[in-house]
């Protein structure tokens, strides 16, 4: 029997998972157990053999290693071909193949789609297998009862719908996901998986592109999408000092970080690294401080799944408060110095 798959790309840097394929494993794990298929990982790089395990504590049924030193950093060309000649040895392609909506995913995911010759949607927030009745009168081929379709949610119109994206005439269907939306199943020793080596052959025309130096932004370095607590500041601060106060609220917290609304951004008082929401990041903290953010959608699209949100706004009508968990109507500048205050003492 042809064994049918779901393949997640699970990215890695200087032999590290990043979260992201870990996010993928969880959401992958709910579609192969809906289609009956195996879950696949597969993980490029140089000496990087020690990830495999991981990824099968982490939900994989297999995983996929091809560890070669020209691999050890992307680059777009020599991971496309290992990709698709991989894909392309199996006797049917996997149903569904995910990448994450990362600077890698988005430069991989749509050139091994049109090496596959298959569909791409892109930067979706959510993903379910169901049944898809299709009825074409222009061209009939296309029509019928798919049931196992691929249903990838994404939002549209600067985020005021939900979009589900159908693309079932052909395997693989194919979906970029947002880093921070999926949950990562949590760690199991005691799941067992199997690994194989994947041969690498790369044309020397893959090679043409060679890295001279990497440089790390350091505009970079603040981790929204790990961050368990994050203090978020909007327009409401009034000026850029206003989030050092911020900065002094997330200090009160291990593992916490710095967001911010686009106003804020846009008005030049933090780096975009900092912005939440439709155009910035996603976010999913165990705690989400809003201060001084009114809560338009863009913004709550990237933030309204973390686990409590609190919001400090002095507009009892503001929408945050509809949708926050715990709301306080005042002045930020008389709340959070008290609030700095409460938590310094505990
Ligand atoms: P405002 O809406 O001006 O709200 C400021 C709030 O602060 C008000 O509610 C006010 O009552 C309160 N306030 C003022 N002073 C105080 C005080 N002293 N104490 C307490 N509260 C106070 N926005 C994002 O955030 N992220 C995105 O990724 C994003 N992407 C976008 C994409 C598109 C295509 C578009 C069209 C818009 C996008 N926006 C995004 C912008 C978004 O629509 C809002 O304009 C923005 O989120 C508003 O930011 P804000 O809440 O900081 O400012």
Redo the contacts with the bound molecule.
């Keep these: 029997m042809v064994q049918k798959r779901v393949l997640i790309f699970a990215e890695q840097v200087n032999g590290e998972l990043q979260p992201i394929g870990l996010e993928l494993l969880g959401s992958g794990r709910l579609l192969a157990d809906k289609l009956g298929a195996t879950l696949s990982a597969l993980v490029l790089g140089s000496n990087i053999a020690h990830l495999a395990s991981t990824l099968i504590g982490h939900g994989a049924d297999e995983v996929f290693v091809a560890d070669h030193p020209e691999l050890a950093q992307y680059r777009t060309l020599p991971y496309r071909r290992v990709m698709t000649d991989l894909i392309k040895s199996w006797p049917e392609p996997p149903h569904t193949i995910l990448l994450g909506s990362t600077t890698t995913g988005r430069d991989l995911a749509p050139r091994l789609a049109a090496h596959l010759e298959t569909g791409l949607t892109a930067d979706c927030t959510d993903l379910d297998i169901g049944p898809f009745e299709y009825s074409n009168s222009k061209d009939p081929s296309k029509s019928g009862l798919f049931r196992d379709c691929l249903y990838a949610i994404r939002p549209s119109f ?1 985020e005021s719908l939900k979009a589900r994206i159908l693309g079932p005439w052909k395997n693989p269907q194919m979906a970029t996901v947002r880093p921070g939306v999926m949950v990562p199943l949590p760690w199991d020793g005691s799941r067992r998986g199997e690994v194989f080596q994947v041969p690498v052959q790369l044309d020397p025309s893959d090679l043409s592109l060679q890295i001279v130096e990497t440089v790390r932004n350091l505009s970079q370095t603040t981790d929204l999408t790990r961050a368990e607590v994050i203090v978020s500041g ?3 601060l ?1 000026s850029p000092e206003g989030f050092e106060l911020m900065q002094q609220l997330a200090a009160c917290f291990p593992n916490s970080a710095v967001g911010s ?4 951004v846009d008005s030049g008082w933090i780096p975009y690294a900092h ?6 990041k996603t976010v999913r903290p165990q705690i989400y401080i809003a ?6 959608i ?2 709550r699209v ?1 933030m309204d799944k973390s686990r409590t949100i609190i919001a ?4 009892s009508s ?1 929408p945050i408060f509809k949708f926050a968990h715990y709301g306080i109507v ?4 008389q709340v959070v110095p008290e609030m700095i205050r409460q938590l310094q003492q505990n």
Excluded at 312 to 315: E, P, S, T
Excluded at 330 to 333: A, F, K, S, V
């Design positions: 600067g909007g327009y409401g009034g609304s686009r106003k804020a912005q939440v929401g439709q155009t910035g201060c001084g953010i009114s809560g338009a863009q913004h990237g400090i706004n002095k507009d503001a005042g002045d930020l500048y």
